[in-house]
């Protein structure tokens, strides 16, 4: 870095907003701000000094010189009117800090995430949960967001009601942009009732197929399924699911479940549930993680596929068969198995993006580029040349870094 940016640095330092940071094999800075104004400050400052910035510390260790914008320090509550069911707050939030706030009042983000995922991660990617499919997605619950843009200034778009249909709805833009076109750093999100209960089902099938068959009926009851997951454990497909509601129907619950399939589901105390439900949330922190959307009526056809395409690698496979959502991680992707494994998902209708590539998956930061160019840009070209328009008007100069989405 050049004397001038050094300086500014150790300035920052002096403040409390910067600190050396090791990258893997490369040493950088993480800037911490701790209110909107000082991201936007930030942002203007990376501008300024032609500096790319990352919003997380693997894309910033993909960076020559790596600096990553944390944003843990916003996580202030703005505001919080119990009986409208909405809370405007900070985005460096994690979401158990959030959902230990919101219980103290019997309400509730729906959606579940590992309690030390920040707001500003899962709004930024749009990230589906276990309950996707029944509840909907991020974007569903903002009514408002405040931005602070490449250009250092801040942007406010939606209001504080539930019911607004008042000009663009921009909050859409930004909740799923992967900080690509600005920084979330608040938002006003649309809040549940807590449920009064949980309760757990374990189903132990021998095949994918048995799975997606039993899932299939599962879905087509009546029962107030709120999460429905299929994953692999050995050579042994299970489905865990999830009914929140009132004890009092428990016994109704459980007849209809038994009436379903000839083998008795296992239920799971709800501590067992839970913390079942919350390993499902991760995946090893060293694998590389490819999501996929189908349409449900592909499903027996894409089963064959995926479990043909598994030979190439170690892959496992976590279905969300509610929302159409397939996840895909492998301590390491064959580059040259990628194209066919997108080719396979492309035969079924479906989309695919990466969400992660494991250190070990990347050669080069072009290797690395290429995977995402292959994945998470569509293939035509006017969609294609209508993101990169996007990511130009709102960031002429590619500040903001992600390799999602290369200029």
Request: one cysteine or more.
């Given at each position: ?24 094999s490369k040493t950088g800075y993480r800037l911490i701000p701790k209110t909107a104004e000082q991201t936007a400050q930030l942002l203007s400052w990376t501008g300024e000094h032609q500096r790319q910035i990352a919003m997380n510390p693997l894309d910033a260790g993909m960076l ?344």
């Open positions: 870095m050049d004397l001038k940016t050094l300086d500014d640095i150790k300035a920052m330092q002096v403040q409390g907003l910067a600190h050396a940071w090791d990258f893997s020559a010189e790596p600096l990553w914008l944390d944003l843990s320090e916003l996580k202030q509550v703005r505001q919080y009117p119990v009986d409208d069911f909405i809370i405007q707050v900070e985005t460096g939030i994690t979401v158990g800090e959030l959902s230990r706030l919101l219980a103290k009042n019997w309400q509730a983000f729906p959606l579940s995430y590992p309690a030390e995922t920040m707001l500003s991660d899962i709004l930024a990617e749009d990230r589906p949960s276990l309950e996707t499919g029944f509840r909907g997605y991020p974007r569903d619950y903002v009514l408002k967001a405040e931005i602070a843009t490449p250009d250092g200034q801040i942007t406010i778009t939606g209001a504080d009601v539930v019911k607004n249909v008042t000009g663009y709805d921009l909050a859409k833009l930004y909740v799923g942009g992967r900080h690509t076109f600005g920084v979330l750093t608040s938002v006003t999100l649309k809040l549940t009732t807590l449920p009064q209960n949980k309760r757990y089902w374990l189903y132990h099938t021998e095949s994918l197929y048995a799975a997606f068959a039993l899932s299939d009926k599962l879905l087509a009851s009546n029962l107030p399924i709120s999460m429905c997951e299929l994953f692999q454990e050995g050579s042994e497909w299970q489905i865990l699911i999830e009914i929140a509601g009132d004890d009092w129907v428990l016994v109704e619950y459980v007849e209809v479940l038994n009436q379903l399939s000839a083998q008795t589901p296992q239920m799971l105390d709800t501590e067992t549930g839970i913390a079942l439900a919350e390993r499902l949330q991760r995946w090893p922190e060293e694998s590389t993680i490819l999501e996929a959307a189908f349409p449900i009526a592909n499903w027996s056809e894409l089963a064959s596929g995926l479990l043909k395409q598994s030979a190439l690698g170690d892959m496992r496979f976590q279905i969300r068969p509610a929302a159409g959502l397939v996840i895909i991680s492998a301590p390491f992707f064959p580059y040259t198995a990628l194209p066919y494994l997108k080719a396979e998902i492309q035969q079924h209708t479906g989309f695919a993006q990466m969400l992660r590539i494991a250190k070990t998956d990347v050669a080069t930061f072009a290797e690395a580029t290429a995977i995402y160019e292959m994945f998470n840009l569509p293939e035509e070209p006017a969609v294609r040349g209508l993101l990169k328009s996007l990511k130009k008007s709102y960031d002429p100069d590619g500040m903001l870094f992600t390799p999602r989405l290369p200029l």
